[in-house]
Nanobody
Framework: QVQLVDSGGGLVQPGGSLRLSCAASGIILSDRAVAWYRQAPGKQRDLVAS???????NYADSVKGRFTISRDNARNTVYLQMNNLKPEDTAVYYC???????WGQGTQVTVSS
């Protein structure tokens, strides 16, 4: 049974940092493309960042230069390092194994002073 567990969210002031984790069981993340999405209240769920088998990464324009997606194969975990956070980054963040129906449960990120 595949399970993705998202964690690491919280309340942070503008300019602060958080690191989100997506820990997997029942699936080997290093064999798959994995992405982080986010959904703000009343808005659609948008792609934030993705990482592919060969290590290539892609980012939404709104987070380029501030967010970094990475993976730790030994821990079977994908991370999203978020720096210089802005109020508009406030959302629930979800990890997803691309080309599958596997989603994490989401973790809330709130950026506010």
């Amino acid at each position: 049974q595949v399970q993705l567990v998202d964690s690491g969210g919280g309340l942070v002031q503008p300019g602060g940092s958080l690191r989100l984790s997506c820990a997997a069981s029942g699936i080997i993340l290093s064999d798959r493309a994995v992405a982080w999405y986010r959904q703000a209240p009343g808005k659609q769920r948008d792609l934030v960042a993705s990482i592919y088998k060969g290590g290539n990464t892609n980012y939404a324009d709104s987070v380029k230069g501030r967010f970094t997606i990475s993976r730790d194969n030994a821990r079977n975990t994908v991370y999203l390092q978020m720096n210089n956070l802005k109020p508009e980054d406030t959302a629930v963040y979800y990890c997803k194994v691309l080309s599958s129906a596997y989603w994490g449960q989401g973790t809330q990120v709130t950026v506010s002073s």
